[in-house]
C-alpha cells in the first residue's frame, strides 16, 4: 500500500477502495458476498485452503 502512494498520492485511501467495491459488489451482483463455486472430478486433484490457521 505504501508503493502505490508514493506512485500515486491523489489515488483511493484503504476505506474508500471498500466503499466503492462495495458499492460495484451490490450493484452488479446485488450482494456483498461473493462465491465461486469449483467444479472437479472426486480423486483428480487436491485443493488447500490457506485461509486461516494452518496446521
Given at each position: 500500500?505504501?508503493?502505490?502512494?508514493?506512485?500515486?498520492?491523489?489515488?483511493?485511501?484503504?476505506?474508500?477502495f471498500y466503499k466503492l467495491y462495495g458499492d460495484f459488489m451490490k450493484e452488479i451482483y446485488g450482494t456483498l458476498?461473493?462465491?465461486?463455486?469449483?467444479?472437479?472430478?472426486?480423486?483428480?486433484?487436491?485443493?488447500?485452503?490457506?485461509?486461516?490457521?494452518?496446521?
Amino acid at each position: 500500500m505504501i508503493d502505490y502512494k508514493k506512485e500515486n498520492p491523489d489515488g483511493y485511501q484503504l476505506s474508500q477502495f471498500y466503499k466503492l467495491y462495495g458499492d460495484f459488489m451490490k450493484e452488479i451482483y446485488g450482494t456483498l458476498k461473493a462465491s465461486m463455486p469449483v467444479e472437479k472430478i472426486p480423486g483428480e486433484k487436491m485443493y488447500i485452503d490457506w485461509v486461516g490457521d494452518q496446521p
